[in-house]
């Protein structure tokens, strides 16, 4: 480090996982950026050359810009106090946008308002907290792909991440690579995480299905819908 410029913080395992995906674009937005420890890791890194970090709580907000003031960065990384994509201007020529940390089901609310951005992105950083098959059949159903998946262990969650890209899937996603991700299904070796990270769901699925049958009145829908999963969960181990 040279004398004056800002120390490389140190990113929790989870949001070093997705820092990583945003490579090789230098001008990203990180929609949500309640803190901008993304893009000024990015930043001192001399991984980006500009950012925009977005966030609609007047709080969050705040620290986000005081820690890009303390960073000193102003110049280069752009706090706005915005609702998701609406942070970003087309003079920022934005590259590569993250939606890290928030529910999957409004990480595709958010890019659903603003459909123009096909025309001028060429990456997607996801990291949806809730609801992961959802944004995969999200990505399928709206002209993108999957082009790099991750997955975590951090602080006892487990965490999956994706950069999609604007190219068609050339077929639809199978049920067990939307549960389970086609990158990280298809990877060899396979993600030890991965592999953990299933297994315990696996049993988890099972004890439950054994706790429900004990119940006076059979909750058959769930029932079935764990059977289900039971048997992707399978299909995805053994494959
Ligand atoms: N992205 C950071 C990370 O991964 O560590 C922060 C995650 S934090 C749990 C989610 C942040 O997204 C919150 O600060 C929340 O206010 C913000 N957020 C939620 N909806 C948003 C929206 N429509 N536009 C911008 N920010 C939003």
């Not at 709580?57 to 005081?66: K, L, N, S």
């Not at 996603?173 to 592999?195: C, H, I, K, N, Q």
């Not at 058959?220 to 995805?236: N, P, R, S, W």
């Given at each position: 480090?040279?004398?004056?410029?800002?120390?490389?913080?140190?990113?929790?395992?989870?949001?070093?996982?997705?820092?990583?995906?945003?490579?090789?674009?230098?001008?990203?937005?990180?929609?949500?950026?309640?803190?901008?420890?993304?893009?000024?890791?990015?930043?001192a890194a001399n991984k980006?050359?500009?950012?925009?970090?977005?966030?609609?709580?007047?709080?969050?907000?705040?620290?986000?810009?005081?820690?890009?003031?303390?960073?000193?960065?102003?110049?280069?990384?752009?706090?706005?106090?915005?609702?998701?994509?609406?942070?970003?201007?087309?003079?920022?020529?934005?590259?590569?946008?993250?939606?890290?940390?928030?529910?999957?089901?409004?990480?595709?609310?958010?890019?659903?308002?603003?459909?123009?951005?096909?025309?001028?992105?060429?990456?997607?950083?996801?990291?949806?907290?809730?609801?992961?098959?959802?944004?995969?059949?999200?990505?399928?159903?709206?002209?993108?792909?999957?082009?790099?998946e991750r997955i975590v262990?951090d602080e006892g969650h487990?965490?999956?991440?994706?950069?999609?890209?604007?190219?068609?899937?050339?077929?639809?996603?199978?049920?067990?690579?939307?549960?389970?991700?086609?990158?990280?299904?298809?990877?060899?070796?396979?993600?030890?995480?991965?592999?953990?990270?299933?297994?315990?769901?696996?049993?988890?699925?099972?004890?439950?299905?054994?706790?429900?049958?004990?119940?006076?009145?059979?909750?058959?829908?769930?029932?079935?819908?764990?059977?289900?999963?039971?048997?992707?969960?399978?299909?995805?181990?053994?494959?």
């Open positions: 480090m040279k004398r004056g410029e800002p120390a490389i913080i140190k990113l929790s395992q989870r949001l070093q996982a997705v820092a990583d995906l945003t490579s090789p674009w230098r001008r990203i937005a990180d929609i949500g950026s309640d803190h901008a420890y993304l893009p000024i890791y990015l930043m980006i050359d500009y950012a925009v970090a977005g966030e609609v709580i007047p709080g969050p907000f705040e620290i986000a810009q005081a820690h890009i003031k303390q960073a000193g960065y102003q110049q280069q990384i752009k706090a706005r106090l915005a609702d998701g994509l609406a942070a970003i201007q087309s003079a920022d020529e934005i590259q590569c946008v993250v939606l890290a940390g928030m529910g999957g089901r409004l990480i595709t609310e958010i890019l659903n308002r603003e459909p123009n951005i096909y025309q001028y992105l060429q990456g997607l950083v996801l990291e949806p907290n809730q609801d992961v098959p959802f944004v995969r059949q999200w990505v399928a159903d709206h002209g993108w792909r999957i082009t790099a262990f487990c965490y999956q991440m994706m950069l999609v890209q604007p190219e068609p899937v050339q077929r639809p996603y199978s049920p067990v690579e939307l549960l389970m991700g086609p990158l990280l299904l298809s990877a060899t070796p396979r993600d030890p995480v991965f592999t953990k990270y299933w297994t315990f769901k696996l049993k988890q699925r099972e004890q439950l299905i054994v706790q429900l049958n004990q119940a006076q009145q059979l909750p058959v829908a769930k029932l079935q819908q764990l059977k289900q999963e039971i048997a992707l969960i399978k299909e995805g181990l053994a494959c």
